[in-house]
């Protein structure tokens, strides 16, 4: 059973940094593409980053490029984003998600991402 576990998530001040992690199980994670989704408040779940297997390929939202960045340590099958300068509009809960391939084949769809982990709240304070 594919598992996914994301932590990190808390309550700081404009500008503030904050680490996302994605614990991972079930599966050969070094294998899979992996994602980070946002869902603000009464909004869209929205992708934020994406990496291929191997770390190769990287996707990031215009709305984070320069600021977040996204990683992974197969070694110790976890997902990590890394968010500097954090701003009120990033406020939302943020989820990690499996693709459903090692590369993005068919593109960045919300529909190819096939398991998802429960979500952590982020929240910035102007």
């Known amino acids: 059973e594919v598992q996914l576990q994301a932590s990190g998530g808390g309550l700081v001040q404009s500008g503030g940094s904050l680490r996302l992690s994605c614990a991972a199980s079930g599966f050969t994670f070094g294998a899979y593409g992996m994602g980070w989704y946002r869902q603000p408040p009464g909004k869209e779940r929205e992708l934020v980053a994406a990496?291929?297997?191997?770390?190769?390929?990287?996707r990031y939202a215009d709305s984070v490029k320069g600021r977040f960045t996204i990683s992974r340590d197969d070694a110790k099958n976890t997902l990590y984003m890394q968010m500097n300068n954090l701003k009120p509009e990033d406020t939302a809960v943020y989820f990690c998600?499996?693709?459903?391939?090692?590369?993005?084949?068919?593109?960045?769809?919300?529909?190819?991402?096939?398991?998802w982990g429960q979500g952590t709240l982020v929240t910035v304070s102007s």
């Open positions: 990496i291929t297997s191997g770390g190769g390929t990287i």
């Open positions: 998600a499996k693709y459903r391939a090692g590369y993005f084949y068919s593109g960045l769809r919300r529909i190819d991402f096939d398991s």
